[in-house]
């Protein structure tokens, strides 16, 4: 390891959040030298904090909760960590909800530290290194990590098996209640949160968490707490502490039962199934430009030689070949 990661190892223990910016920026580039020492480092101290993970679709309150509920943490005593995706369009490139300004609290706050990755690095919302990143936060030392993601595809998956407890926001009269069940993540959430239950929207709400409560009743809590639905608003406040509450009571009551262990041994498994699908992926685009096969494949498709499936598998088979 060089100096100069060394010298980021070093700050990351103190919690200095300059390092940790620094070391997270090292986790994300898949080609950066320092990447797999700093990992090997900072491995030991995989799980000391809490992961929390926050998913619902654009617009449903997913910023503003963290913040709000990031400075609850922090009023506790507790220090805090969000890891939040921007959800900036490949095409455009620019930011459409502006997730940067969305906790300006937070931000300013010495407790707590902001890490937004660009949306479109991963699939999904959830940037590809989400795993290396809480393994940062656990090697600073924070209590609690929060990750959002957007509810869309395969994120959402992906981040329940990472995270000790996972919420998911749901929208008052959107039919999110009809989207939850038919994409099963009301199966993969701890809690439900209806969110903007204030204003005009609170009756709509109530309507809601009952939609909830009634969907959810007919699900099996298997080896954990039932699933419990809140009626949340950042706005006014409503629920902020149950929310709290439920989230310590759900991880303790976890604890006791050894479902939270149990979880954190699917996180690791989790981790290197998805490992190995990204040096994998890795790998084979390297061996395809290094080889020129896909050049080769390219011309015998356009003179219809081969079909795109046919050049495929000649390719696969070639790449067997290699030992990969
Ligand atoms: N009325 C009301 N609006 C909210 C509440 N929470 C968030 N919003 C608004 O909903 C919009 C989207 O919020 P945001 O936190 O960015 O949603 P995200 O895309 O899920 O992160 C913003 O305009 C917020 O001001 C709430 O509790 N009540
Ligand atoms: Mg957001």
Redesign the pocket.
């Known amino acids: 390891m060089s100096l100069k990661t060394e010298h980021i190892y070093e700050g990351i223990l103190k919690k200095d959040l300059v390092s940790l910016a620094k070391a997270m920026s090292i986790l994300e580039s898949k080609d950066h030298p320092a990447r797999l020492p700093l990992v090997k480092k900072i491995f030991p101290t995989y799980g000391r904090s809490l992961r929390i993970g926050i998913s ?11 913040e709000k509920l990031g400075l609850k943490f922090i009023d506790s005593g507790l220090s805090v960590a969000v890891l939040t995706t921007d ?1 900036a369009s490949p095409v455009s490139g620019g930011s459409i ?1 502006g ?1 940067r300004t ?1 906790m300006p609290e937070l931000s300013a706050n010495k407790n707590a530290f902001i890490r937004c990755s660009s949306g479109y690095q991963g699939h999904g919302g959830l940037s590809r290194h989400a795993k290396e990143l809480m393994l940062a936060c656990d090697a600073a030392d924070f209590d609690r990590v929060i990750v ?1 993601t ?1 509810g869309v595809g395969q994120s959402e998956y992906d981040l329940a098996a990472l995270v000790d407890i996972f919420i998911v ?1 749901a929208m008052p009269g959107s039919g999110d209640e009809l989207q939850g069940i038919k994409k099963g993540i009301y199966e993969l959430a701890d809690i439900i949160a209806i ?5 005009d ?1 609170l009756e709509v709400a109530k309507t809601a968490k009952l939609q909830h409560d009634n969907v959810i009743s007919f699900m099996p809590s298997v080896g954990r707490r039932k699933k419990k639905v809140l009626l ?5 406040g409503l629920g902020m502490d149950e929310l709290v509450t439920e989230i310590d009571f759900f991880l303790t009551d976890a604890k006791k039962q050894t479902t939270f262990a149990a979880r954190r041994n699917k996180q690791i498994e989790e981790w290197i199934k998805q490992e190995i699908h990204s040096q994998i992926e890795f790998r084979i685009n390297q061996l395809l430009r290094s080889k020129g096969l896909l050049t080769e494949a390219y011309k015998k498709t356009l003179s219809k030689e081969l079909n795109p499936l046919e050049a495929a598998a000649e390719i696969v088979n070639e790449l067997i070949k290699t030992n990969l």
């Open positions: 619902g679709i654009p617009g449903v309150g997913k910023s503003t909760l963290i959800p909800l997730d969305r959002e957007i926001l969110t903007k239950a204030d204003g929207l949340l608003s950042s706005r006014s």
